[in-house]
């Protein structure tokens, strides 16, 4: 194994140019591809196929023209010969399939004092008009620059549509920003934590050469969703970048211990590949294992960003073993050159520090670990898009106006099998009936019973009606989520049932929801065990101890519950997919430190007292876990602060705040659980794994996984 391992080196690094080549001509093929991967910003989309508003909304594009209404515009001071006129410009808008208002429920030329008053006001209130739109998904972009065009200075609008389309608008944008923050600080990072000003610039280069390629090959996936289009990059950065920085410590280790010479640095490179091929995997295996949890969830977003994280973290991985050696090779001379003096302090008294203070740590970890797991599976949650943009920004502005003039309002459409006009009829007069319900436009409620199909437009009738199914559009007065809009949902959906047995289709927002709700809730044990359990298996087979993957795990669940815990102590919301996408992504980027600090403790327990060993352990590893732990933490706060987007903010300050908390488990609660529990995984004249052995052979352990 070892002679294969060494074998393949010296054919990398023996093969520069080829290499150089290859990975040149790769980056400028995904520099290409990476602009054609669709990036889709409909959470609803993610639903799985077999779910009942998924089944409905394909039903629907199946048997009608038009689909689901997802946009709303509001003019205001209008008359209704007016409010009629903006709504056939409004129809006229290349894609915008359908446009709703009071004269599809009621005859508008009637005086509006012998109409239904709860009617009227559904459409039409002190002088404001509010229309209900259908907006094309294909050309949703474009479709709501357009509206907004038409109704500058006059109206404004919401609805999911024109959400998806300012979070497409915003989010690229943002994205720029948080990834050019990202860079910046790594490059500060790396200035004050490498020994030579060129350092930096060689494993951003790397790093770089991996992003690219990992982006653009994300056109095998076809489209990615907007979470993974927004963090996949800048974690990819913060999980790969101590892969670089442990090689080129290993790399310059080999140099001075003699393994190359001046003019025979190739030699240290292998030296340096085959001792360092055991940590920088043990590391990559464990974050590629708490990524991939996410494909066992059934909303699919979770299986998008999983692969497309797993693939990210494999390609660095490729790029570290291939691209890095020979292009490190080729800058030895430049690093050499530009070597400064070490601007990080020794950190001996840091770790004796922790040695004081790591038993009562503990003490008060088991303290708190029972109220913290309680408190982060407490938190109130948003489990749609209707939140996701707050008052603070230009969409959730136009919304609130909207629902002060008319309250909050959705709409589903209910389809039933055609011909039974008396059925519908039933059917329409129980849903009346239901509190929220302001109006419901139908065949049965627009035409009557009485009147044939034959003598309405087909046009009219192509709205109302298919080859199966009749069709009612029903609008409520409540929101796209909450326990009133669950139970609403709930509601229409027993109706129906009792009516049609199973032989119905709903769908809306509201009801997309629902089902997102009963999805990602059922998902959440699922996930969380799988994660567990995968990272276990990686460190049990690296470690061969049963307890010592305990601990690692134990150390960094500990800091997620703690993440979690302080939205329910703060009363702050929480969107369940930040919430089920956090406890993975967390555990599988930052357990790598307490890899690193346990690899390093039983390395030196070998010649070492328990307390010696943990201040060893301390002083040695800090830098390392400091330069990727820090550049984890400022990605993650840096995508809070920038995007205005609601679910990508909050994940970003779950990164942010995740890191700092498994930082600070690492540093001062896992020193303790080492020291305390030291003699079920320390003993003599025990066989040594495979991570030991390699680690055994390591000379002058200078920072590094």
């Not at 903006?86 to 030329?109: F, M, P, Q, R």
């Not at 990202?182 to 934590?193: C, G, S, Y």
């Not at 960094?556 to 703060?570: D, G, H, K, R, S």
Request: contains cysteine; proline residues 2%; charged residues 20%.
């Amino acid at each position: 194994m070892k002679h294969r391992m060494r074998s393949f080196y010296t054919t990398i690094v023996n093969n520069p140019k080829k290499i150089m080549a290859i990975f040149f001509l790769a980056c400028l093929i995904c520099l290409g591809l990476r602009g054609m991967v669709a990036v889709n910003y409909d959470i609803n989309d993610y639903l799985p196929e077999d779910s009942p508003s998924t089944v409905a909304i394909d039903v629907m594009e199946a048997e009608f023209t038009d689909g689901i209404p997802n946009g709303q515009v509001m003019l205001k001071g209008v008359t209704v010969p007016e409010a009629l006129s903006y709504k056939e410009k409004l129809e006229d808008i290349d894609g915008v399939s359908n446009v709703t208002w009071l004269d599809d429920s009621v005859d508008a030329t009637i005086p509006m004092e012998t109409m239904d008053q709860n009617t009227v006001e559904t459409y039409y209130k002190d002088g404001n008009a509010l229309f209900t739109l259908t907006i094309e998904e294909d050309k949703r972009l474009e479709a709501v620059n357009q509206i907004k065009e038409t109704i500058d200075g006059e109206g404004v609008s919401t609805g999911s549509a024109v959400s998806i389309a300012a979070g497409t608008e915003s989010t690229v944008k943002e994205v720029r920003r948080i990834s050019i923050g990202a860079v910046l600080f790594a490059l500060l990072v790396l200035i004050i934590t490498t020994c030579s000003w060129a350092e930096p610039f060689i494993i951003l280069t790397g790093l770089g050469v991996a992003v690219i390629i990992n982006t653009g090959t994300n056109i095998i996936f076809g489209e990615i969703s907007f979470v993974t289009n927004a963090a996949g990059s800048i974690l990819q950065l913060a999980v790969s970048l101590d892969y670089s920085v442990f090689l080129i410590h290993r790399y310059q280790e080999c140099r001075s211990a003699g393994y190359g010479k001046a003019d025979d640095s190739k030699s240290a490179m292998v030296e340096a590949l085959c001792r360092s091929t055991g940590s920088i995997l043990s590391s990559g295996a464990t974050t590629v294992a708490g990524f991939l949890a996410l494909v066992f969830m059934r909303y699919e977003i979770g299986a998008d960003l999983g692969l497309a994280l797993a693939k990210a973290v494999v390609i660095s991985l490729l790029t570290i073993f291939v691209f890095m050696p020979v292009f490190i090779l080729s800058m030895s001379g430049l690093m050499e050159r530009s070597a400064h003096r070490s601007f990080l302090p020794d950190f001996g008294r840091f770790g004796r520090f922790v040695a004081k203070v790591m038993v009562p740590m503990v003490v008060v970890f088991l303290i708190a670990v029972v109220p913290s797991y309680m408190a982060s599976n407490g938190n109130y949650y948003y489990y749609g898009d209707y939140h996701i943009f707050g008052t603070d920004t230009q969409f959730g502005q136009e919304r609130q106006e909207i629902e002060q003039t008319f309250g909050k309002q959705d709409t589903y459409a209910l389809m039933v099998p055609k011909g039974n006009r008396a059925a519908e009829e039933a059917l329409s007069g129980k849903l009346h009936q239901l509190e929220r319900v302001t109006d419901v436009i139908s065949y049965v409620d627009t035409v009557g019973v009485a009147i044939p199909a034959d003598f309405l437009e087909q046009d009219t009738l192509s709205k109302l009606e298919s080859d199966r199914y009749s069709r009612m559009i029903i609008t409520v007065r409540t929101d796209y989520e909450g326990e009133e809009a669950f139970a609403l949902v709930e509601d229409v959906r027993a109706i129906a049932e009792d009516a049609y047995g199973k032989d119905y289709y709903l769908a809306g927002s509201g009801v997309s929801t629902y089902d997102l709700m009963d999805t990602i809730t059922a998902d959440t044990l699922k996930i969380n065990l799988a994660a567990i359990l995968a990272i276990y298996l990686v460190l049990l087979l690296l470690t061969r101890s049963l307890i010592l993957p305990l601990l690692l795990v134990a150390s960094i669940e500990m800091a997620i519950w703690v993440n979690l815990a302080i939205p329910y102590f703060m009363g702050t919301p929480v969107f369940y997919i930040a919430y089920l996408i956090i406890g993975s992504v967390q555990l599988g980027a930052t357990v790598d430190y307490a890899i690193l600090f346990t690899d390093r403790y039983r390395e030196y327990r070998r010649t070492m007292a328990k307390r010696k060993a943990i201040v060893e352990m301390i002083r040695s590893s800090t830098a390392s876990v400091l330069t990727s732990g820090s550049v984890f933490v400022v990605v993650g706060f840096l995508l809070g602060a920038i995007s205005s987007h609601g679910v990508l903010s909050q994940l970003g300050i779950f990164l942010g705040r995740g890191g700092l908390c498994s930082l600070f488990m690492v540093f001062f609660v896992l020193p303790g659980l080492l020291y305390c529990l030291d003699g079920l995984f320390i003993k003599k004249k025990k066989s040594h794994s495979f991570l030991q052995k390699v680690l055994a052979e390591e000379n002058g352990n200078n920072g590094g996984k």
